[in-house]
């Protein structure tokens, strides 16, 4: 089992920055990929950005150029930087992991991500 804590979210005018954190635990030797995902009210949830333990990283072309994704593989950390908020980045923002072997995925949470005009 692998347990994901989210963290960062809030409220920000459009043009600024969050930086979301994720921590896992339990498990933890096994997660490959850890990502972002969010989703908006009345809309599906969305990948964000994804990161593979060896560092392969996938961004949404809505968020490529102003979001960052990171990760501590020691500390089982990943990061979030989100610069040049818009009102469509609203959403809750969820982490997710994912263990290899068939050992499943794992959601975070979620934490909500506000974005005033």
């Not at 990948?47 to 500390?75: C, P, T, W």
């Amino acid at each position: 089992q692998v347990q994901l804590v989210e963290s960062g979210g809030g409220l920000v005018q459009a043009g600024g920055s969050l930086r979301l954190s994720c921590a896992a635990s339990g498990s933890t030797v096994r997660i490959n990929i850890m990502g972002w995902y969010r989703q908006a009210p009345e809309k599906e949830r969305e990948l964000v950005a994804q990161i593979s333990y060896g560092g392969n990283i996938n961004y949404a072309d809505s968020v490529k150029g102003r979001f960052h994704i990171s990760r501590d593989n020691v500390k089982n950390i990943v990061w979030l930087q989100m610069n040049s908020l818009q009102p469509e980045d609203t959403a809750v923002y969820y982490c997710k992991a994912v263990v290899n072997f068939g050992g499943g995925n794992y959601w975070g949470q979620g934490t909500q991500v506000t974005v005033s005009s």
